[in-house]
């Protein structure tokens, strides 16, 4: 992608990777673009994506299932590893979480809102090591009937309180606040996004709305 952006109004050179091969005898120069180094950020789950990011990436990003202790606990190290096996420093990368939170005084609600969100994830077959690694590979094998057929709700009712509370961070915005304060030692920058998977319209506004009052109020 690199090679592509910084040369294809110059006129390439061949490319010869690992994995692609390519000699570019067809393509036609194009215009100069407006600049031709584009940051290119990595989404992780798990450590292999997040090592990438940390050999050749500009930005990771840490997907909305990171729990605060999956992503300090487990992640920061991972991280941390990779870019001194790689020869950078920290401030060569931005990293970038997108945390799940629901604030709302209603903690029981919020919890019921997000049940649905964490059973859409819970019964992906493939991340099945991560939701494991959590200790609950038996809620997720149940909610993988569900998803398996295209109906992840009919099977939110089987995801427990304490696993929503992992990865969603709820309740009175205070504690919210608090809660994601802990990973200001690890992100650069969040964007902290309701867990919206079968909200209807006008709760997805509220808790958009109570995610920007309690981060960005006065």
């Not at 690992?18 to 215009?31: G, I, R, V």
């Not at 990595?42 to 050749?56: S, T, W």
């Not at 690694?133 to 909610?143: F, I, Q, S, T």
């Not at 709700?153 to 427990?160: E, F, I, N, T, Y």
């Amino acid at each position: 992608m690199r090679h592509i952006v910084r040369g294809a109004h110059k006129g390439l050179e061949p490319f010869e990777g690992e994995y692609y091969h390519a000699d570019f005898k067809e393509l036609s120069p194009t215009e100069p673009p407006l600049r031709e180094e584009i940051p290119i950020w990595i989404a992780a789950l798990r450590a292999p994506m997040v090592r990438m990011a940390a050999r050749i990436g500009d930005g990771l990003i840490g997907h909305p299932m990171w729990s605060i202790e999956w992503a300090l606990e487990q992640m920061a190290p991972e991280l941390d590893a990779a870019l001194s096996k790689a020869g950078r420093s920290r401030d060569s990368i931005e990293v970038n979480i997108w945390p799940w939170a629901a604030p709302n005084p209603d903690e029981a609600e919020a919890i019921e809102d997000s049940r649905p969100t964490i059973a859409f994830y819970g019964g992906v077959k493939q991340y099945e090591s991560f939701f494991e690694a959590h200790g609950y590979l038996d809620v997720a094998r149940k909610l993988q009937a569900g998803v398996g057929r295209g109906d992840y709700r009919s099977v939110a009712h089987l995801v427990p309180d304490e696993m929503v509370r992992t990865f969603v961070t709820l309740g009175e915005p205070e504690k919210v606040r608090e809660r994601i304060a802990k990973l200001d030692g690890l992100a650069d920058s969040l964007c902290i996004v309701p867990p919206a998977y079968a909200l209807p319209p006008e709760k997805a506004l509220f808790y958009a709305g109570m995610i920007a009052q309690t981060f960005y109020g006065s």
